[in-house]
């Protein structure tokens, strides 16, 4: 019920003396806290039931050479009505250390242990310390992100295991998987700890991929890096590079036009449509159901052919541009996409019938995996995992972007966290996106395509931008460096938060049901380890 | 049951539909076409990500669906690297997957053969430079046939595939 004025005055009243400054951010607000309260105004702004607030970002900013001194960023976002709220503190100079809201917040654990890797701030009271990014081979003191770090000096190894939480006693045993996994798939490590067949715990140590995408933003030009940003993780392109120009767009006071804000929507939608697809067919050949994989991978191809197309790339590469997109759709092309998706709309539901039908189907994926509400909403999961454990999430609704304050999406929302819900959020959202195109078709506006940016931001300032991906939120945090080059570009992919919930939902379940649960959170690795 | 098959006979065969590749940008060189020689008409590969970006995974899974059926060919996708004759890598060689990579390698039998597969394996792509990655596959292990795109399209990745398979058959084998 509390918006983010409301919030703010309720949290002035209780910590009026722990706030230092109240500042809009493009219009979201800002408070910034004292570094040692602000453990205490998190958990209230957490746990208070008036606002409920949830992590959905934590970052850092090294803002060296200009000042020597790091900020820290909590992005909140409240309940009922998904306001934003930021809590900003500094370390000045040589300070290293500064209170972790771990204990607290359950969803700041990786965050923060990414700080520590990436900026060798060490957060006190942190419960696992452990390295996250950094493998225990990468050499001690090196923290990437710190900006005396040369971008291009490949690391040196040093010796060193990773220790794994061990559960032990009579009849436990472990089982490692990975990296290198049997299908065509990233590369991770999960290591099972089972007493014959129910997992008893399971640890996921990633960060295999980790290619320095952060620190590669910061080698880049503003406008020169939509590239980049689409190969954080290639299955969400659009996603990924329509984030980042958002983000771009503000800093730079760039006013898309109504035609490209359109086909943003469109591609954005076409890409959901296909990875929906794909991921519907790999759940069922995951429980040995081959004929649903076929007919979806046939489906999925068909919409990639149409990408190829219409845009030139079968992940829509290239379309998002700085200031709107790189390339026009005439009228043809436009019926030519309805026209396609009119002749998969019902040959996808002749399939929905042949899966709603198979009893031993929806046996497999019935209270399989559940992650529930509670433990959903601690890890402050979100996007189609979110959405199939009654957390009622959605960027296009929340906050529109794109078109969608034109045409609001309808969120699906599912309760029981199953595989099963996971699943059908995915085929209550092809029809959506479908429907959306459809009015997109019907109502797109004529006019140009893109505005080229002309003003150069000044050096400091930084805007965020969210993009409901087909997995989730996307969020990034881009900071104007000196000359248009980028001096800070956070990236986060539902993934990094979705992830750790994976190792609550197989709790119970048997290790031959893991593939089939990792299947339907489906993360992607790549926008994980960035 | 026969809403199964209504559906599959409604389908048909979608085999085969999809625009023809151009020819290959890195031709095949002549010695991984002899390499091959021995696996006659099948290729069984591995697939090993070291930091791809997952657009080159989705496209090789792409080649398994039934469009574009690699298996009419003999082309498998093999669980474990004992199993292959061929390892198609993908993506720069990041720091933590070096050591991964080179295991894998060592543990393929001979005969074997390397497919660098996308911008990434080939020269890094956008991810160059970066102090998290260690150089392109070939600085690590020995490549014999490289696929450029980014990604490549399955199309493309099949013509090349089949390519090493038609000088089988050339061969008389």
Redesign the interface.
Known sequence: MADAQTAMTQLKEAYGASIMEMTPINGTPRLRVIKDDLPQVAHYLHTHPNLRGALSLLWAVDHRPRETRYELCYLFTLSERKDWLLLCTDLQGDERLFPSITPHIHAAQWYKREIRDMFGLIPQGHPDLRRLIR?E??PKGAH?LKKD???????G?QQGEHHFRRIEGEGVFEVPVG??H??????GHFRFSVAGEPIMQLEIHH???????E??FEQQELTAAT??AE?????T?VGHSLAYCQAVEILMDVEVPRRARYLRSLFLELERVHNHL?DVGAMCNDTAYA?PH??C??M??QI??LN?RVAGS??L?GVNRVGGVGIDLTREQLTQIVAELDGIEP?FT??E??LF?NASLTDRLETTGVLTERTAWDHAVMGVVGRASGVDQDIRRDHPFAAYVELPPKAVLYQYGDVRARMRVRLDEIHESIRLIREIEQGIPQGPVLTMPTEVPVQGTWAFSAVEGWRGEILYVVMAGEQGKIHRCKVRDPSFVNWPAIQWAVLGNIIPDFPLINKSFNL???GNDL | MFRIIKKSLKTGVVTGKYPRAETPVVPVVQEAKDKTKLFKRSLTIREVDTGSCNACEMEMNALMNPVYDAERFGIHIAASPRHADALVVTGPVTVNMERALKDVYKQTPDPKIVIALGDCAINCGVFKGSYAVTGPVERHIPVDVHISGCPPRPTEILKVLSELRDERRRSGD
């Open positions: 493998h081979h990468w990437p770090f040369p971008w291009d000096r490949v690391l190894r990296p290198i049997a299908g065509i798939i990233e590369p960060f295999w991929k980790h290619r320095g995408v620190k590669l590239p980049l190969r954080v993780s290639g299955d392109t794909g004929l076929a007919h991978g046939r999925k191809e990639m052919q190829d079968r992940f590469r040959d002749e399939l019938r042949i039908a992607s690795y790549a």
